[in-house]
């Protein structure tokens, strides 16, 4: 073997396991969600899978003839690629939004098998290559830094470039089939003929697998797997799915029509704040939901929405109704980022309603962030917050006192059992930065929709928050706070 084609073939293949890496991420977001434990139970098993590779070619290298065994390796990584997504399907189901040991058990499905094989690549090619013992060190040395200049190259170029121009399938469809294909000349190249007939088989059906399986997404944007229903019981209806959560109705025919109890919540907060137009941002789009609303029953109000996904903006205006108005900015970004652009003390109510899954963005939550958000709102400005916890609350407890360490009031709004820390779901979070919140106004207005919600005292929510911590940008752990939630979230 040429040193050329030694470098290209450990290049690749270490590649290719990283964009494998990210690529699973993508593919098991619909059903365990986009998270700390998901990223470490994701990387934890292509480790594993690294290291069992490297050990493995290793041994194999010193039993038998390496050059033997390069070909099929590479195209049992292609077959085992291409079936990786329709597997994560077929078995993503059972595990829907489940904890560490789903999410490491449906990677190990879904990906450890073409990893091992792609890793043990890299002995393989180094016992062809070693010459004596004399030169192990520098052919060890360079070929390892061959994979991880391919490592790199395979990490920069999936999470900058091809995730932000191809949908995740088709990447999968694409490295498997190049896979398979180095795999069956290796094998032509040796004159096995029938291993390499029987080989384009196995591909071609593990391609068509995949081709038939499709995937969970009407439509896969640069963040998420997002899918829209039809309400069968309102013509106008739509739902909203980003990846495992039930994110947002829309009906197209009524914007004053609230479907989810956490939005007809924040409405009634909004409802309490003096009549007339209102100028508010809002943390997180999805299907633009409460700015159309807000809109609606306020005419002459302005909403500005920080929105990290434009492809999901592009979905709502295709798929849920929106329209671009004269009285509505689409700010495309990270809210962290975008939040100091916005004129201080312009706004009249800021809106928390931005999630990574079935948790909010860490960063959104800590006092670092809320203090910008406080400086966002004009006098008796009033901020908002949607999040979702369960038993014991321990994600919504630390969210409230972080609220309370910036703001002059917090109160909590949800039903009596919620807020007695027996059941979970929706739990909004009402902040105001100078005077009190206007609790009489806010349980008037969910008393007249006839809502169960209570809204906390300040006694209440600091018992509500007990001995929780206050978050902080060096010690915000969301997911490990967040409670183990039913499979699947509907608001």
Not at 266 to 281: C, F
């Amino acid at each position: 073997m040429s040193l050329l084609s030694a470098r290209t073939l450990v290049f690749g293949s270490s590649a290719v396991i990283l964009v494998l890496e990210i690529l699973a991420g993508r593919l098991m977001a619909p059903y365990v969600g986009v998270s700390l434990e998901t990223f470490t139970g994701i990387i934890g098993v292509f480790l594993a899978g690294i290291a069992l590779g490297a050990w493995g070619g290793g041994v194999l290298a010193d039993r038998t003839d390496p050059a033997r065994l390069l070909g099929p390796l590479l195209l049992a990584s292609g077959v085992a690629t291409l079936l990786g997504p329709p597997i994560v399907d077929a078995l993503g189901a059972a595990v829907r939004t489940g904890g560490p040991v789903e999410i490491v058990a449906l990677t190990a499905a879904g990906f450890l098998v073409p990893t091992v094989a792609l890793a043990a690549v890299t002995p393989l090619v180094i016992k062809l290559r070693l010459r004596s013992l004399a030169e192990t060190g520098s052919v060890v040395g360079s070929f390892s830094a061959v994979g991880t200049l391919g490592s790199l190259v395979g990490t920069f170029a999936t999470g900058f470039v091809l995730l932000a121009a191809f949908p995740s399938r088709p990447l999968v469809a694409a490295v498997g089939v190049a896979l398979g294909l180095v795999g069956v000349v290796a094998l032509v190249h040796r004159g096995r003929l029938a291993a390499a007939g029987l080989g384009v088989a196995f591909a071609l059906a593990a391609a068509a697998t995949l081709a038939v399986a499709g995937g969970p997404c009407d439509v896969e944007t640069t963040y998420y797997c997002a899918s829209v229903e039809i309400d069968p019981t309102r013509p106008g209806g739509r739902v909203l799915w980003l990846d495992a959560l039930r994110h947002s109705y829309v009906d197209l025919d009524d914007p004053t029509h609230l479907e989810f109890r956490y939005t007809q919540v924040m409405a009634d907060v909004v409802a309490a704040i003096p009549p007339g137009p209102l100028d508010v941002a809002y943390i997180g789009g999805g299907g633009f939901t409460l700015p159309r609303h807000t809109g609606a029953v306020r005419p002459g109000s302005t909403a500005t929405v920080l929105e990290i996904d434009g492809d999901l903006v592009t979905l709502a205006e295709d798929r849920l109704g929106l329209v671009a108005r004269h009285d509505l900015t689409v700010v495309v970004g990270d809210a962290r980022l975008a939040l100091p652009t916005l004129p201080p003390g312009g706004f009249g109510a800021v809106v928390g309603d931005a999630f990574g899954g079935l948790s909010v963005p860490w960063h959104l939550t800590t006092v670092e962030f809320l203090e910008q958000v406080a400086g966002l709102l004009d006098v008796g400005g009033v901020y908002v917050v949607n999040v979702i916890d369960h038993p014991p609350l321990d994600f919504a407890r630390a969210a409230t006192a972080t609220l309370a360490a910036v703001f002059s009031d917090v109160a909590v709004i949800a039903p009596p059992d919620v807020v007695a820390g027996t059941v979970g779901g929706n739990v909004v979070l009402v902040a105001v930065v100078h005077g009190e919140v206007d609790r009489a106004g806010i349980t008037a207005a969910i008393g007249e929709r006839g809502g169960v919600e209570v809204v906390t005292d300040p006694a209440a929510t600091y018992r509500f928050i007990g001995g929780a911590r206050v978050l902080v940008d060096d010690f915000a752990p969301v997911d490990q706070l967040l409670s183990p939630r039913p499979r699947r979230v509907a608001p």
